[in-house]
């Protein structure tokens, strides 16, 4: 019969729309956008970061222009850095995600090797300018953990929709998102304990 | 093993049921690192460590008292005797989003933690002071006032001129604006989404409708989906839109019996409607305010 045809159609489009808000929709999207936004403010902060470096350089050359390795190694890692583009697309390709973090993790070592040499030359660390130049470094490596923490936990929260059911069917026929790549323990560690350092 | 890992996109049972674990650890990971409870926020200064003489903590906390009702700031003092080994900078943050301080939106608190134990000292900045109280300034303050003066066993001193310093370099900032209330963000559905999800129900049962009615002829059956849908609609959505008029007045309203004074120590002062509020004898709480991590660390 054509009209429970119609009938039947209509319900179950309904019920479709209708299971829409219940299965998650609204609450994937906004999901998604927050994990955006604070990975932004991480990609923020890793910008601050390189931002202070030239001066930080050139501050310490002036004092320690024969540690020509070191300074070297830093120029070198934050151009590494610069040269990887860092969108929020980043976050749909692990593979980028993953060499962006072991760049960002290059410079973190390379920059705590120049802090270290850097306590052999008295007259540099009592240098006003360069203790300022200092603290904003530090600063920033604090601000860059609480992003990485904010982030971890919204990619948390949003993985935890994309997977779960009833929302994974939402995630996955209808909005075809993904899990989206988070900082690993081993590499929370990592940032968090300064690296050896050999001469 | 790298020390760079990354929890990709998994496919197929075994790479979920292997992400499902990390995440089981990750979780457990970061509940069991949270060691040192944060303290209630019970004033102005909480001086676990009794580092303060009364009258000293006394004139302190009317200082800061004072301040807040001149500028909207927010800056409260806590001492304890040690971190328990906890990493000075997290704990520190975790604190100061915890107590929120500072008005939110405006985010313009400033916590300092001073542990002599571990003699270690943090001056912890909210995204909006971030710009006057910079970490080169709060780095200045904390080696030219605070460090030398706790190096000689003067806590008290250091404290206060530590505090005065901060003070005075976000003295000048003009009073925070508190954002205005939006009643949309919260959450809520709207009239109009309310009268969208109405449309479609009317809509819904004008079919069934038509098609119960066999002999009616199909342009009856859709004049009568229409208007069924139509006042079904119009009728969920004059019920949405008085209810969100009656609880707009009421916020309104609420919002208006907030203050009792005028002028502008109604707007910023104690009890004010903005949060951030105290009361004239204890009964401080934070305002909502947000931390970036912002702020300098210092040791003697």
């Not at chain 1, 489009?13 to 955006?36: F, H, K, R, S, V």
């Not at chain 2, 604006?177 to 479609?200: N, S």
């Not at chain 2, 004898?281 to 003697?300: E, M, N, R, T, V």
Request: overall charge neutral; some cysteine.
């Amino acid at each position: 019969m054509n009209g429970r045809i119609v009938v039947l159609r209509a319900f179950l489009l309904g019920g479709l729309l209708l299971t829409l808000a219940g299965c998650g929709y609204n609450e994937i999207q906004g999901l998604d956008e927050e994990t955006n936004a604070a990975w932004s403010e991480v990609l923020n902060q890793y910008q601050r970061r390189a931002d202070l470096i030239p001066n930080l350089v050139a501050t310490v050359k002036g004092y320690a222009a024969h540690e020509k390795d070191t300074l070297e190694g830093v120029t070198q890692a934050r151009s590494q850095v610069a040269g990887l583009k860092a969108t929020p697309e980043l976050l749909k390709d692990p593979e980028a995600f993953k060499q962006f973090q072991e760049a960002q993790q290059g410079l973190s070592s390379a920059l705590a090797r120049l802090l270290l040499v850097v306590e052999r030359y008295p007259d540099l660390k009592a240098n006003e300018n360069f203790r300022d130049l200092q603290s904003q470094l530090e600063g920033t490596e604090n601000r860059i953990a609480v992003a990485r923490k904010r982030y971890i936990d919204k990619v948390a929260a949003y993985n935890k929709a994309v997977r779960y059911f009833p929302t994974n069917l939402t995630a996955k026929f209808l909005l075809h998102l993904d899990v989206k790549p988070n900082f690993a323990v081993a590499d929370e560690k990592a940032v968090s304990t300064p690296p050896d350092v050999k001469f | 093993m790298s020390v760079v890992g990354v929890t990709g996109p998994h496919r197929g049972p075994t790479g979920t049921g292997l992400a499902f674990l990390l995440a089981c650890a990750f979780l457990l990971g970061g509940s069991a690192a949270q060691a040192l409870d944060v303290p209630p926020l019970t004033g102005r200064i909480v001086d676990l460590a009794h580092l303060l003489p009364p009258d000293g903590a006394a004139s302190l906390t009317a200082q800061l008292q004072a301040h807040e009702t001149r500028t909207g700031n927010q800056v409260v003092l806590l001492t304890l005797p040690s971190l328990q080994g906890e990493p000075l900078e997290d704990y520190a943050h975790r604190v100061a989003t915890g107590w929120q301080l500072g008005q939110k939106g405006a985010d313009n608190g400033v916590l300092v933690l001073v542990a002599p134990n571990d003699r270690k000292v943090r001056i912890e900045v909210g995204y909006g002071l971030e710009g006057t109280l910079t970490d080169a300034r709060t780095s200045q303050i904390i080696r030219r006032e605070m460090v030398p003066r706790f190096k000689a066993g003067d806590y008290a001193g250091g404290i206060t001129a530590g505090i005065g310093a901060v003070l005075g370099t976000i003295e000048g900032t003009a009073p925070a604006v508190p954002e205005p209330v939006d009643i949309r963000t919260g959450g809520e559905p709207t009239a109009f989404q309310y009268w969208m999800i109405g449309t479609f129900v009317g809509l819904l049962a004008g079919i069934v409708l038509s098609q119960g009615l066999r002999h009616a002829r199909a342009l009856f059956g859709s004049a009568i989906a229409f208007l069924v849908a139509q006042s079904a609609g119009l009728l969920v959505g004059v019920a949405a839109g008085g209810v969100t008029l009656l609880l707009l007045g009421l916020l309104l309203s609420a919002n208006r019996g907030g203050g009792g004074g005028g002028g502008l120590d109604r707007a910023w002062g104690p009890g004010g409607e903005w949060g951030g509020s105290l009361g004239s004898d204890g009964g401080f709480s934070g305002g909502g305010g947000d931390f970036g991590g912002g702020g300098a660390s210092g040791s003697w």
